[in-house]
Each structure stands twice: as structure tokens, then as C-alpha cells.
T-cell receptor, first 114, second 117 residues
Framework: DQQVKQNSPSLSVQEGRISILNCDYT??????FLWYKKYPAEGPTFLIS?????DKNEDGRFTVFLNKSAKHLSLHIVPSQPGDSAVYFC?????????????FGQGTRLTINP | EPEVTQTPSHQVTQMGQEVILRCVPI?????FYWYRQILGQKVEFLVS????????KSEIFDDQFSVERPDGSNFTLKIRSTKLEDSAMYFC???????????????FGNGTRLTVT
């Protein structure tokens, strides 16, 4: 099942710089996209989401961009902080399947270097 | 901030045994879910539950699996006869609404690591 793909398994960024995490999807029925952050031994924690009717949503240091024609979304974190080091999951929900039956990407491990 | 709690954090069982994983969803949430993540693989949907019945389930959720809300606070996942391939991290989640929205993201617990030997 490759409906949601995060092609970079890991990313290393200097503290204070911008972190950009990418996600691609194939199912055009997806209408809502979410980013979750996961620390070891914890469950995924909701970060930010975007509806398919928007192309940008911002919340503090986190911004999600959606490019529907390219079926691509990205999460920007600026400035990056050491506490941002975690695994980031992109997830999508579709109109037909509905609801909170989320389809997840494989995750990208972000490391922020001091 | 209210959170979803799961017990135990780690469960080891022998193949063929029954296990029950327990969850206490956030108190004002109405929709409950189980997801799982096999080591090295994606987080995947198992089942959703509302109003004391299953509302959706994946093809993974076969007859070996069942869910129950035995009282007003607990939500359980039972695996009747565990197999080696059931070894995974199992996440319980809850939400206020059944539709994903900015106001109703899925809240996950910290998971139960199930090891089947």
C-alpha cells in the first residue's frame, strides 16, 4: 500500500534553520491531511492539519503546504529546535472511506543538530 | 491536557494464547480506534468503534480480533489466538467526531508493544 509516501527516511538539520519534510500521495480522494510527530516509546502526537480546500495552514513554527495538482504536501518547521527531533508521519483521510481511518506514510526521522 | 492511556505498555505472550489490550480514551470522545505498527512498517488502521459497535474495520481485523467497551471508560482489543505476525505496537486512539477536521484530530495513546513468542 503506497498511497502515502514519505521518501526520505531521515533528515538532519542545524538548529535554527528550516526543516522541510515532504509527503506524496496517490489517492485523489484524500481530502484531509495531517502531520503527526512521534517520540520513542510514545504514541503519535497531532501537529497540524490541512483540508484539501486550502493550500497552506500555519500554526506557530509549523506550516503545512498542499499542492493538489502534484499530490504533494510538505511540513516546514522554522526555526528548528532540538526538541523537534522525532519521527514525523504524514497521514491522509479520504472522502469515501471517511473519517478517522487514516492512511499513514512511513515516517521521516528528523534530527536537529545543535 | 487529557490523554489516551493504554495498559500494559509491553505484553509478552506465547503463540496461540489470548491477549487483551486495554485503553482508556479521552472522556468526552465518542469515537474509538485501534491502529497498529509492525516494526519497520507503517502505522495501519485496524478498527473504528462508535455507539457500542464497530463502524469500520480493515482486512487485517479478522475473526481473531474483537473490540469491546465493557464499561463507560475502557475500550479493549482482544486477540483470541495470537500468531507470531501479531507482534507489533498497538495504538488506541479516540476523537470527538468521526470526520477528520481541524477541531477533531485523532488522539493516540502511547501504545502497547505486543511480543508473541
Amino acid at each position: 500500500d503506497q498511497q502515502v509516501k514519505q521518501n526520505s527516511p531521515s533528515l538532519s538539520v542545524q538548529e535554527g534553520r528550516i526543516s522541510i519534510l515532504n509527503c506524496d500521495y496517490t489517492n485523489s480522494m484524500f481530502d484531509y491531511f495531517l502531520w503527526y510527530k512521534k517520540y520513542p516509546a510514545e504514541g503519535p502526537t497531532f501537529l497540524i492539519s490541512i483540508s484539501s480546500i486550502k493550500d497552506k495552514n500555519e500554526d506557530g513554527r509549523f506550516t503545512v503546504f498542499l499542492n493538489k495538482s502534484a499530490k504533494h504536501l510538505s511540513l516546514h518547521i522554522v526555526p528548528s529546535q532540538p526538541g523537534d527531533s522525532a519521527v514525523y508521519f504524514c497521514a491522509a483521510s479520504d472522502i469515501i472511506q471517511g473519517a478517522q481511518k487514516l492512511v499513514f506514510g512511513q515516517g521521516t526521522r528528523l534530527t536537529i543538530n545543535p | 491536557e487529557p490523554e489516551v492511556t493504554q495498559t500494559p505498555s509491553h505484553q509478552v505472550t506465547q503463540m496461540g494464547q489470548e491477549v487483551i489490550l486495554r485503553c482508556v480514551p479521552i472522556s468526552n470522545h465518542l469515537y474509538f480506534y485501534w491502529y497498529r505498527q509492525i516494526l519497520g512498517q507503517k502505522v495501519e488502521f485496524l478498527v473504528s468503534f462508535y455507539n457500542n459497535e464497530i463502524s469500520e474495520k480493515s482486512e487485517i481485523f479478522d475473526d481473531q480480533f474483537s473490540v469491546e467497551r465493557p464499561d463507560g471508560s475502557n475500550f479493549t482489543l482482544k486477540i483470541r489466538s495470537t500468531k507470531l505476525e501479531d507482534s507489533a505496537m498497538y495504538f488506541c486512539a479516540s476523537s470527538i467526531m468521526d470526520r477528520v477536521s481541524y477541531n477533531s484530530p485523532l488522539h493516540f495513546g502511547n501504545g502497547t508493544r505486543l511480543t508473541v513468542t
